[in-house]
């Protein structure tokens, strides 16, 4: 299985994120992955709750910011499943009847815009000291026309694909409690919390696909964990 | 209070029973009741004396309390029967006084209201719609009259209404425990599903669909139009989703929807990646003219699986959807061919006879939430707002999965219950397409 850069399967592309990228911001980081470029931002919790929303937990706001041109559609469909997803691994009785913004901005757009954006959205919110249940990581699986999965497409072979599913996992606990890896792999780090798709596949293919994703999830988990780690660590030595 | 009991030894003292259902027939159309209860009342069941009866309108809540306290100070006995066009309520009421009197059996302590169909009824009154929420709470206020002088197991049954409200999770989980669902249903079983097409009179195509209470209703107008220079012999179809006021009272006047924009994405996202349409088809003269359809979803009442209904009703229409006959006139300009016309003109050059689009493979849906380790199909809107973790499967009728939408909630997903909900959404594409072909093939024979 050949791809035009000469990436195997099952290989990402080159990955990078930074954090505290903007100072006013209370988080903020970039992700990229190869040409895909985010930066999120998080703003809060700010008192009150929006309307419609249950007062009784926090609530996140999301914002996107294409790079060019109006929010459209699609735009609203990124927010809502962001939205969702960042809710589903927040801590959200924790600060009742407050609102999180989340800004992202697309920067450059190849491919995979959604999981990056849930990863940009991750690593900003554990930079703004949002509490988290755990991490989440995402990962866009492609399948072409032959029934081979591919990793992290770019946009080139997306469009070319017959089907992709963006995934989100809850990041493998083995990178945040190595304790637990003696006690066996944690079940958790095996369900998915946000499940998107595109195109017709067969269900084999689809579970093809979680089964790849999942396996590529503790390479992510472990990037962001390595990521985030310094500062947490820089600033507990000052606190001391 | 005092009134009403007078009204009641009124129309108690009636001798004969055809006038007085006569009577009170008049009065209960005269005046706008909400709910009208007839009791049949022995007045000892000791000396068993033939019943009297009366009649006893409840319009508001408070006459609620007005006919419990008729009831017990009246110290009633024997059954009641609230005329409802609803079944399977049963509503208890003790009078406290005789509570406290000791008798042999506890049948003598109860005083039974309970519901029936109207058609038990028709001697005394018409049978008349009304709202289900309404008549709730009418019984629950009902339920509520008696509460104070209640035992232990006639509380736990009094309390369900406020139980509901106060704790909608457990309340929900207590029903999950025993299989069940508040609604009566199956825990795995999707509600009753409805398709009329041609709903629409003036569109191509329309379909008005239910799923239990959601209803969407559809329709598509075609127009000509000028293809894209990308696209020179394809047509193009537009689908957008309306979310009223008036179908759910979380949707504000003047301000759209969130779900909006949102399902308008995912349906077209559905219908375009399950390759249902060839827009081929829907090209008229290449490069110069083609089809443009306009698929307008209207949302008129939401109560849960929104999708499921939308997409039903989206793929109905399109089944239905006869593409008008056009001609080209002498200046190259399209237009609408009349019925006459058309043997008419002959020596204009005729582009389309009026057809039906060849829809390939059908895609079809069903919503299922997780809760714990329950999978539930076809939520509505309230199971939906207690339980935030849905996952829409939508399948074609070749198999082949069109999509998995899963937009986070706290509860994983893991490969089994996946499989499971894929296994439920089978099923339920089987049936909804039965449905399809059962309201096609009715259109055909009109």
């Not at chain 1, 929006?50 to 790079?67: F, G, L």
Request: charged share 25%.
């Amino acid at each position: 299985m050949d791809r035009p850069d000469g990436r195997t399967p099952n290989q990402l592309r080159p990955l990078a994120c930074s954090h505290s990228v903007l100072h006013r911001a209370h988080g903020s980081a970039t992700w990229s992955q190869g040409e895909t470029k985010l930066l999120a931002a998080v703003y809060g919790p700010k008192a009150g709750a929006k309307k419609n929303e249950n007062p009784e937990k926090a609530s996140i706001e999301v914002i996107w910011k294409p790079s060019t041109g109006h929010v459209g559609q699609a735009e609203r469909e990124y927010e809502m499943i962001l939205k969702k997803t960042l809710e589903s691994i927040c801590i959200r009785t924790i600060y009742p009847n407050t609102t999180t913004s989340v800004i992202i901005q697309v920067v450059h757009d190849d491919g995979a815009l959604l999981p990056c954006a849930i990863n940009a959205a991750c690593a900003a919110l554990v930079d703004a000291g949002i509490p988290l249940k755990h991490l989440a990581v995402a990962i866009c699986c492609s399948v072409t026309d032959d029934n081979c999965v591919i990793l992290d497409p770019s946009k080139q072979e997306e469009k070319k694909a017959k089907a992709f599913a963006y995934l989100v996992f809850p990041n493998t606990t083995v990178s945040v409690v190595p304790e637990k890896l003696l006690q066996g792999s944690d079940p958790t780090a095996h369900g998915i919390i946000t499940s998107v798709t595109h195109g017709a596949m067969s269900v084999d293919n689809y579970l093809h696909c979680l089964e790849r994703g999942r396996a590529t999830t503790q390479r992510l988990s472990e990037f962001l964990r390595k990521n985030i780690e310094p500062k947490s660590i820089r600033e507990a030595s000052k606190a001391g | 209070m005092k009134k009403k009991n007078s009204k009641q030894s009124k129309q108690a003292t009636q001798p004969k029973q055809s006038s007085e259902a006569s009577q009170s027939k008049q009065s209960i159309q005269s005046e706008f009741s909400l709910l009208s209860i007839i009791i049949s009342e022995y007045a000892s069941l000791q000396c068993c004396i033939p019943p009297w009866r009366g009649i006893c309108k409840i319009r508001r809540d408070d006459d609620c309390y007005d006919f419990a306290a008729y009831a017990c100070t009246n110290q009633l006995e024997g059954e009641m029967f609230v005329e409802y066009d609803v079944t399977d309520i049963e509503v208890l009421i003790r009078s406290p006084s005789r509570l406290t009197k000791p008798e042999p059996a506890i049948n003598q302590h109860k005083n039974k209201i309970k519901s029936h169909s109207s058609k038990n009824l028709t001697k005394t009154t018409e049978p008349r719609r009304r709202s289900e929420s309404r008549h709730r709470k009418t019984l629950s206020s009902l339920k509520r009259m008696s509460l104070p002088n209640a035992t232990e197991d006639l509380s736990s049954e009094m309390e369900v209404d406020a139980f509901r409200r106060l704790f909608p999770l457990r309340y929900f989980e207590r029903h999950l425990a025993e299989s069940i669902r508040p609604d009566g249903r199956p825990l795995k079983e999707a509600r009753e599903t409805s398709i009329f097409l041609g709903a629409v009179a003036s569109a191509n195509g329309s379909a008005l669909v239910k799923i239990g209470s959601t209803t969407m209703l559809t329709a598509i107008k075609m127009e000509v139009m000028t293809p894209s220079l990308e696209s020179p012999d394809e047509g193009c179809l537009a689908i957008d989703f309306h979310m009223p006021s008036i179908c759910s009272p979380i949707v504000r006047p003047g301000r759209p929807a969130e779900a909006e924009p949102v399902l308008s994405k995912q349906l077209s996202d559905t219908i375009s990646s399950s390759g249902m349409i060839d827009l081929k088809e829907l090209s008229l003269v290449g490069g110069k003219a083609a089809w443009m359809a306009y698929l307008d979803i209207y949302c008129l009442d939401a109560d849960g699986a929104l999708f499921d209904a939308a997409l039903l009703s989206a793929v109905a229409s399109l089944s239905h959807l006869q593409i008008p006959a056009v001609a080209m006139n002498d200046d190259g300009k399209i237009v609408l061919m009349s019925e006459e016309d058309g043997q008419k003109q002959t020596t204009e050059q005729v582009n389309k006879e009026k057809r039906k689009l060849t829809l390939k493979s059908i895609p079809l849906s069903l919503t299922c939430i997780l809760h714990k380790n329950y999978i539930l199909a076809d939520p509505t809107a309230e199971e939906e707002s207690i339980i935030e973790t849905h996952v829409t499967i939508v399948l074609d009728t070749s198999g082949q999965l069109i999509s998995l939408y899963k937009p986070g909630g706290p509860v994983l997903a893991f490969t089994s219950a996946i499989q499971d909900c894929v296994a439920l959404t089978r099923q339920r594409v089987k049936e909804l397409k039965s449905f399809l072909d059962q309201a096609n093939s009715a259109m055909e024979v009109e």
